[in-house]
């Protein structure tokens, strides 16, 4: 239970208020491989590697699982200190999301701008 809230407050963090890109428009008018199904298949694959580091990652995946039970607003402030004392981390983080950014400024549904750094 604790691994699915990490991901979904890492998924949140990284894809909050990411509409679905072309879901209800003319599929013909889509760009090439702009479809829902593509982006979700994108969306998995980042689903799958952020899993994927987090298992190989223990310090960063206790570090969210700390985060259980917190609000956005408590949880965002503690997110961005910990990526600002641990730079590695979030280049990692930035690069597994990296193929689903990819697809969204293909897609001409750009990503969310990365959060502030205090």
Known sequence: MKLFVCTAMIGAALFAGTPLAYANEDPNANPPNCSAADLEFARAG?????ADYLFGHPDVNNFY???????????TPKVQAYM???????ADLTA????????????GNPAPPPPPTP
């Open 84 to 90: 600002k004392a641990h730079p590695k981390t979030k």
């Open 65 to 75: 699982n700390s985060l259980e039970g917190l609000t956005r607003d408590q949880s």
């Open 96 to 107: 597994i999301r990296q193929p689903l950014m990819d697809i969204k400024n293909r897609c």
């Open 46 to 50: 980042v689903q799958q590697a952020t």
